[in-house]
């Protein structure tokens, strides 16, 4: 659907709506679904062409789109998860075009909408990443240690975080810091989804990078879980929330638990191109903070996960 034809749309009328950024890609799909099960109208801005009624066309990075799409939907919250997240993408600058500045066209379009709505902006969850803490020596990460990102998508959250602090005064902003997370549909340049590809197709081999890395992992229905709860949570609003387990596994512990789950065993080969420059050795992130203003505890440990991963039909 484009902007022409939702103008005219008999559901725009409708009061309750959740703009969702991003709602085509592996978190938006599972928020969605999880706010229109709760009774919310979802809408999103997509990029590329809309294939539904739910859905905008929309180019974060051209301001003047952002601005006519937001005046359209009118949205009660909003979930800002559209981002280039890879960070083993080539092209630094796009990191900053599309993370920073498409943000920051978003919060502009936001912060003009009409002082005078039937129901209110009430929240606006932006996902930033765990990723903008780099290397600290710290064994478990609090929202009190000091960023200090060590790539290019770190540098790009950090930058758009303290862009949004300016905001904050004018919008009901709320920053989540998501760990790594998995689960049925993530792309498979992700490390879980590629080591689980490998053994649902019983592969002989796999090259992975450095076998010692350890990350806090979470299951993306729990991260949904706690967008949920920081939507909702009144006291969230001006926050900086780490979202994530409170565990970290290794890749070797990783590796061990799928060859169980799927009873395959393979050889793991070390490729020094998969190891990163400044790779960050250990992400374990605490959510005390998010556990006070929602009440969150996640409900999937990794091997449920994983269970959930190699036992699934989706390609």
């Known amino acids: 659907m484009n902007l022409h034809d939702m103008r005219d749309h008999p559901e725009n009328k409708l009061t309750q709506t959740v703009l969702i950024t991003g709602l085509r890609g592996f978190t938006g799909h599972y928020l969605g679904t999880a706010l229109r099960a709760c009774g919310a109208r979802v809408v999103g801005l997509v990029q590329g062409s809309a294939e539904g009624a739910d859905e905008i066309a929309c180019d974060l990075t051209d301001a003047r789109t952002v601005r006519a799409a937001v005046a359209l939907v009118r949205p009660t919250q909003v979930v800002h998860l559209a981002a280039l997240a890879f960070v083993g993408h080539a092209d630094a600058r796009a990191f900053y075009d599309v993370n920073l500045f498409g943000t920051l066209n978003l919060l502009e379009a936001l912060a003009d909408l009409p002082d005078v709505m039937d129901t209110p902006l009430s929240k ?14 710290v064994e478990v990460i ?20 303290h862009m949004a602090r300016t905001w904050m005064e004018r919008l009901p902003i709320v920053i989540a810091r998501p760990f790594n997370y998995t689960g049925v549909g993530q792309d498979e340049k992700f490390l879980i989804p590629k080591i689980v590809s490998h053994f649902k197709r019983r592969a002989p081999l796999i090259e992975l990078g450095n076998l010692d890395v350890a990350r806090d992992f979470s ?31 290794a890749l070797r512990d990783v590796l061990a638990m799928a060859s169980t789950i799927s009873g395959h ?8 191109a998969f190891v990163r420059t400044n790779e960050i050795s250990v992400l374990r992130g605490s959510h005390d903070k998010l556990t006070q203003a929602t009440g969150f505890e996640p409900r999937f440990a990794l091997n449920d996960t994983l269970i959930w991963m190699l036992n699934s039909v989706s390609p």
Do not use: F, W
């Open 142 to 161: 609090s929202e009190a240690v000091c960023p200090a990102p060590v790539n290019h998508y770190a540098c790009s959250k950090l930058a758009m975080e």
């Open 265 to 272: 065993a393979l050889k793991v080969r070390v490729n020094p």
């Open 124 to 137: 606006v969850l932006i996902a930033s990443s765990a990723n903008v803490y780099g290397t600290p020596e």
């Open 219 to 249: 299951d993306v229905r729990d991260v949904v879980a706690a967008y949920l709860g920081l939507l909702d949570a009144p006291q969230s609003t001006g926050q900086t929330v780490n979202v994530c387990s409170g565990r970290a596994y």
